[in-house]
């Protein structure tokens, strides 16, 4: 109940005053679990592309966002789960696989921070090794965003892929890993022109 609220609160707020634009929509899975990669431009971006989609979409977030009782409740009301950044947090990699066995979808944002535009160096291993080993169909989505008010804001859902490895079960050193996140990004700013 207070997701469709909220949801309709912000589809109005966007809609009126940031003029979005929504391009392949036609592109988001209906059903099953899909890992929903983005590039994060604003702290808008969650709620940007949670309410242009029928389904929900449960973001990885920082932990220091839900230490606020208010911002935390509407934010894990909205289906986000915390992340602690800068250590190995195998209980959120847990979440996001469980998550994805339940078939639904995991909102991340690879560069693991806001970042205004490309930059190569804000990258995670931990997007292509998630991508990699659930297997799930990776939805790109590219947001291009203006901090003017009543300015146009542009979503780009792009074309699901899988991320498969070239062996099973073979470790991937950690610089692979980014090597193959910088494709996922590269993939999410080329639907923006970037």
Excluded: C
């Excluded at 977030?61 to 909205?78: D, H, Q, V």
């Excluded at 292509?128 to 947001?143: D, F, I, Y």
């Amino acid at each position: 109940m207070l997701y469709n609220i909220a949801k309709f609160i912000l589809y109005l707020f966007f809609v009126i005053f940031r003029r979005v634009k929504i391009e392949g929509k036609e592109n988001i899975p209906q059903e099953g679990p899909v890992l929903l990669f983005a590039n994060h431009p604003s702290a808008w971006d969650m709620l940007l592309i949670a309410v242009f989609m029928k389904r929900r979409v449960h973001y990885m977030a920082k932990a220091e966002l839900f230490k606020n009782p208010i911002l935390g409740f509407i934010i894990r009301s909205l289906g986000a789960f915390p992340i602690s950044r800068g250590k190995g947090d195998v209980g959120s990699v847990k979440t996001v696989f469980r998550l994805l066995e339940e078939g639904k979808i995991v909102g991340i944002f690879p560069e693991g921070t806001r970042t205004p535009k490309k930059d190569p160096n804000k990258r995670k291993a931990g997007a292509a090794m998630m991508a990699l080993h659930s297997k799930a169909p990776v939805l790109p989505v590219g947001v291009e965003w203006n901090n003017k008010i009543f300015s146009k804001v542009r979503v780009v859902f792009g074309e699901p892929f899988l991320m498969l490895p070239k062996e099973e079960d073979k470790h991937i050193p950690r610089e692979e890993l980014l090597v193959l996140t910088n494709e996922i990004l590269n993939k999410i700013y080329a639907l923006i022109g970037q």
